[in-house]
């Protein structure tokens, strides 16, 4: 029997069946499994906000603490992203300390503002009761001449400090230009061989200064424990003036010696010669005239105290630059009980004392009391010449 070929346009296998040997087209067969579709997984804590959540971690959407009607503070979510987490939030409560929303500020709570921010120099910004308004009381402003804020001092107001209470001995304080602190560049301290505050000299610093600038011919100038000149380089010379012969104790007496000068030089100081029973004010006086008899002109006067003792007791006055042809009284007054020593022979009359020739005795014995018009109402003769000492350098 003849065969019949396959035909090979047919789509599939023919395959006989070995059971009933009939033939069974199966097509194209595809051996592969689609997958289960289960669509997308919700997981909380992704920081991805998907399915029925509401927020995931930091993911709020546009939800603030005040879109969530508080007035600041940090919103959060929940746990479990199904809802908003406001235990962060705040709500402004005016008087519980803390500047929240609306408040500027609340009690010691001032947010980020303070004195400078304000518009000043130091001190602390403090709240007003309303939580609305910020409290300046307590700023300072420096360069309004008012000491207020933290300002230790500020321009002329200087809370009663001064170089001495900053532990200098001369000079003037200031207050530093951002007035936190003072400036004592003007103060003086004695003995630190720097030349300070209101010091002449210090130690071997003695400036440019030299014998001829204070009025002397020449020498060699020098400085005193005290940081003052010391003149005694400058060719000064000391003038004994009379001799203890006679004595007169009293209170309330002025005693003095009248010179006409016959030169010009300086009168660097002089001394008295008393006893003093107990410690006591001497004033020390030098007068200056055209010619004796006046008019008197005081150009010194001290006060110092002295004694109890038998001493020669120095004025301790300024430099007096003396003129030739003028006259000068040189004398101390006391309120207290003291007694003077004088000559009364007139063996000093004419005698040079430096300053000029002796000329007459001054006195008072209702001495008044140190006063810068106080000029002495009495005079004596030739032969009344008071103990003195006359230091004094041409």
């Given at each position: ?18 059971d ?14 689609a ?5 997308p ?38 746990a ?35 004195c ?48 001495f ?32 505050g209101?010091?002449?000299c ?57 010179y ?82 004088w ?28 006063g ?23």
């Open positions: 029997m003849p065969t019949t070929a396959a035909d090979p346009s047919t789509s599939g296998d023919t395959t006989a069946d070995p009933t040997g009939s033939s069974t087209d199966t097509g194209t067969v595809d051996e592969t499994t997958a289960e579709s289960t669509g997984t919700m997981e909380c804590g992704n920081e991805v906000v998907e399915g029925d959540e509401v927020c995931d971690g930091t993911m709020l959407g546009d939800e603030t603490c005040l879109t969530q009607g508080f007035d600041d503070g940090e919103l959060a979510c929940a479990d992203c199904s809802g908003y987490d406001t235990r962060g939030c705040l709500t402004a409560v005016c008087g519980d300390g803390v500047a929240v929303g609306r408040e500027l500020c609340d009690g010691a709570d001032t947010a980020d503002a303070t400078r921010s304000e518009g000043f120099d130091s001190g602390t910004l403090a709240c007003q009761a309303d939580c609305a308004t910020y409290d300046t009381s307590a700023c300072g402003l420096c360069g309004n001449n008012q000491v207020d804020g933290a300002e230790p001092c500020d321009g002329v107001w200087l809370q009663g400090q001064d170089c209470t900053q532990g200098f001995d001369s000079g003037t304080i200031a207050c530093s230009v951002d007035c936190q602190s003072y400036d004592t560049s003007g103060c003086g301290l004695c003995g630190n061989d720097i030349l300070d209101t010091e002449v210090d130690g071997p610093d003695t400036g440019a200064a030299t014998c001829m600038d204070l009025g002397f011919a020449g020498g060699m100038i020098a400085c005193a424990p005290g940081c003052e000149f010391d003149v005694y380089g400058c060719g000064v010379v000391q003038y004994d003036v009379s001799a203890p012969v006679v004595s007169g104790g009293g209170s309330n007496r002025f005693r003095a010696n009248g006409a000068a016959d030169s010009s030089g300086v009168l660097v100081d002089f001394d008295v010669y008393l006893n003093l029973p107990a410690a006591c004010d001497l004033d020390f006086y030098v007068y200056q005239a055209p010619m004796y008899g006046g008019p008197y002109t005081q150009v010194a006067r001290t006060t110092v105290n002295y004694g109890p003792g038998l001493d020669y007791y120095g004025a301790g006055i300024p430099l007096v630059p003396v003129t030739a042809g003028m006259y000068y009284v040189l004398g101390a007054g006391w309120n207290c009980s003291a007694t003077p020593y000559t009364s022979d007139g063996s000093y009359a004419g005698t040079d004392a430096g300053i000029g020739l002796f000329n007459v005795s001054h006195w008072d014995n209702g001495y008044p009391g140190p810068d018009g106080y000029v002495p109402p009495n005079v004596g003769g030739l032969n009344t010449v008071y103990v003195q000492r006359v230091y004094f350098g041409d």
